[in-house]
């Protein structure tokens, strides 16, 4: 499966940004679809993870209650909303997925083996 992200751009802090990944090449529907970002001099982490069977969602504590992850397994598309945005949200984000159409899959960078090529979201006055 081949992944694209978009929607970044400058956002001041407080505001709200929806960030779009189209998938092509297969379904995403047996696929868990995992949102990262990664800040300059950080490491890559997880923001918010679904799972493919059951659509439950994983956030990580510093976006719980301000972004939404969602899927259209119809579209073949994910989507996250974030809202309240931070300075310290600024960053790279990517959409990824796994093959897994049961079980859970961590929210973790090597538990996703398909990348999109990232979106930089900028928060800042």
């Known amino acids: 499966v081949q992944l694209q992200a978009s929607g970044g751009g400058l956002v001041q802090p407080g505001g709200s940004l929806r960030l779009s990944c189209a998938a092509s090449?297969?379904?995403?529907?047996?696929?868990?679809i995992g949102w990262f970002r990664q800040a300059p001099g950080k490491e890559r982490e997880g923001v918010a993870c679904?799972?493919?069977?059951?659509?439950?969602?994983y956030y990580s504590d510093s976006v719980k209650g301000r972004f939404t992850a969602t899927r259209d397994n119809a579209e073949n598309t994910a989507a996250l909303r974030m809202d309240s945005l931070k300075s310290e949200d600024t960053a790279v984000y990517y959409c990824?997925?796994?093959?897994?159409?049961?079980?859970?899959?961590?929210?973790?960078?090597?538990?996703?083996?398909?990348w999109g090529q990232g979106t930089l979201v900028t928060v800042s006055s």
């Open positions: 679904i799972n493919s069977h059951d659509g439950t969602v």
């Open positions: 090449g297969d379904r995403l529907r047996f696929y868990a």
């Open positions: 990824a997925a796994e093959f897994r159409p049961r079980g859970q899959t961590k929210c973790t960078v090597d538990e996703h083996s398909y």
